[in-house]
């Protein structure tokens, strides 16, 4: 742990095992003479995705913030299917980002090209279309869903085509 965090001798053992309150001062003697006052002034919302939140402190009187890993939260981890690359009905994110809006929903007959949900990634909107014609079978994401690239969007189902009837 010390080569990680330096010496933690010089840290008072209530801290060491538990976070301070806020507006608790913590008095620190690094060396002889030099004493750092640390005082937790704010802690920001936890980030559902990383599962870390900001901590506003003072610093011998200077504002400062660090960004830590909240181990008392837990990270919801999703893990989506993969769309099949050879299957043109299995439909999959072109690269990852957020779902913004879902289009359709099952049973809804799509044609090729047709908007199927847009998906916004690195500052920028997507629309993804129908690589093909047919009935929706299942939607997989809903709105403000987070993707990662080939993860399985849509299901279509295959277009009937009608077959001539022998007379």
């Known amino acids: 742990?010390?080569?990680?965090?330096?010496?933690?001798?010089v840290l008072p053992t209530r801290f060491f095992l538990a976070a301070p309150k806020l507006d608790e001062e913590i008095d620190v003697e690094i060396e002889q003479g030099k004493t750092l006052i640390i005082k937790v002034q704010a802690i920001g919302d936890l980030s559902p995705s990383t599962g870390q939140r900001e901590v506003y402190f003072e610093l011998n009187g200077e504002m400062r913030k660090v960004t830590v890993e909240d181990k008392t939260a837990a990270v919801e981890t999703v893990t989506r299917p993969k769309a099949?690359?050879?299957?043109?009905?299995?439909?999959?994110?072109?690269?990852?980002g957020v779902i913004v809006e879902v289009r359709v929903h099952a049973g809804v007959e799509v044609k090729k090209g047709?908007?199927?949900?847009?998906?916004?990634?690195?500052?920028?909107?997507m629309v993804i279309s129908a690589p093909v014609s047919g009935k929706i079978g299942d939607v997989i994401v809903k709105d403000n869903d987070s993707v990662d690239a080939g993860d399985l969007l849509?299901?279509?189902?295959?277009?009937?085509?009608?077959?001539?009837k022998a007379e």
């Open 154 to 164: 849509v299901k279509i189902l295959k277009e009937d085509v009608e077959t001539p």
């Open 114 to 125: 047709d908007p199927l949900a847009v998906l916004s990634a690195m500052k920028m909107e």
């Open 84 to 96: 099949d690359a050879h299957n043109p009905n299995e439909v999959g994110a072109p690269m990852a």
């Open 1 to 9: 742990m010390q080569d990680k965090y330096s010496d933690l001798s």
